[in-house]
């Protein structure tokens, strides 16, 4: 029993990391418009100030999420340096999407904040 109730606890915490990074990986392509794999995570990786550091495996099972719930779609090009690169960029559906996780996300820190820092009346 207390196996189970350990399994389904990490399986939730992985549930929350996933999404979490999808909400990053669309971001990102919503703000800087199509990138290849590498590309994203650096972005990431540079707005969060080196404190995330993404494999490739972690960003490219990110990807493939992504894709198959065609919030994003991807196509071949070249790189800066002239190698073959699939470019990834958001659709129209990944950005109510995106929308969606940020409303929730902005509702979800606001609730924890709220806990991390009651006001005087409120004990926990």
Do not use: C
Request: proline share 2%; no cysteine.
């Amino acid at each position: 029993m207390w196996l189970n109730h350990m399994k389904d606890m990490t399986e939730k915490k992985l549930d929350l990391l996933q999404g979490t990074l999808d909400l990053m990986v669309l971001q990102t392509l919503a703000t800087m418009g199509p990138l290849h794999g590498y590309g994203i995570a650096r972005r990431i990786e540079q707005v969060g100030e080196d404190a995330l550091i993404l494999n490739q495996g972690t960003i490219y099972a990110s990807l493939v999420r992504l894709q198959q719930g065609r919030w994003i779609s991807a196509e071949w090009g070249a790189s800066d340096n002239n190698r073959k690169a699939k470019f990834y960029n958001i659709t129209k559906l990944g950005k109510k999407r995106l929308a969606q996780d940020v409303a929730n996300w902005k509702q979800l820190s606001g609730i924890i904040g709220r806990m991390l820092n009651p006001s005087d009346g409120e004990a926990f």
